[in-house]
C-alpha cells in the first residue's frame, strides 16, 4: 500500500515538474485547487502517461511519435504507469522497446544516438544497433563494419517490420 502511494506520489512530483516547465495550463489548474491530495486516481494515471510520453520522446528523439500512433503510445504508457515507477527517459524508451518486441509494430533503439528505429544495423546478434551510416561510423569504419559482417553472420543490416 505504502509503495503504490510512493509510486502515485512520484508521477505526480514528475508531472507537475513537466507542467512547471511546460507552462501547461491544467498544472495551473491542479496547483490552484487546495484539495491537491484528492486528486482521483484517474486523474494521477492520465499525469503519468503524460510524464511517460514526454520522457519517452525526449530519450528517442521524437521517433516514438514518429513511428507509432497516439493510440499505441497511450497503450504502453497506460500499460508502463501502471506497474513499474517512473525512473527516466532512457529506461522508458528501453522498456517501450521491449514492450512493442515480438508485435507488428517492433523497433529496436539505436546504441549511439537512442533513436528507434525499424531498419539499421544490427551486431552480433543485438549486442549493438545503429540507426544509420553516421552512428554505425562512430565504432566501425566501412573496412571495419565489411570485415566484421564477414566474420561474423550474426552482424548485418536488417528491417524489423
Known amino acids: 500500500m ?29 496547483l490552484t485547487d487546495n484539495k491537491m491530495s484528492k486528486v482521483l486516481k484517474d486523474d494521477i494515471r492520465r499525469l503519468k502517461w503524460i ?11 521524437g521517433t516514438s511519435e514518429e513511428i507509432y ?7 504502453f ?8 515507477e517512473i525512473y527516466d527517459g532512457n529506461h522508458i524508451a528501453n522498456s517501450f522497446v521491449d514492450y512493442f518486441r515480438d508485435t507488428s509494430k517492433e523497433c529496436r533503439r539505436c546504441s549511439v544516438c537512442g533513436r528507434l528505429m525499424q531498419e539499421g544495423y544490427c551486431v552480433d546478434a543485438g549486442w549493438k544497433y545503429y540507426c544509420s551510416d553516421e552512428c554505425l561510423h562512430k565504432d566501425f569504419t566501412d573496412e571495419e563494419w565489411e570485415e566484421e559482417c564477414k566474420n561474423n553472420d550474426q552482424s548485418y543490416w536488417t528491417q524489423w517490420y
Open 2 to 30: 505504502i509503495t503504490k502511494a510512493i509510486v502515485e506520489l512520484n508521477a505526480c512530483v514528475h508531472a507537475l515538474k513537466f507542467y512547471r516547465d511546460s507552462n501547461n495550463v491544467f498544472y495551473h489548474v491542479i
Open 51 to 61: 510524464v511517460v510520453e514526454d520522457l519517452l520522446r525526449k530519450a528517442t528523439k
Open 69 to 75: 500512433s497516439t493510440e499505441d503510445l497511450d497503450r
Open 77 to 84: 504508457a497506460s500499460n508502463y504507469g501502471r506497474t513499474i
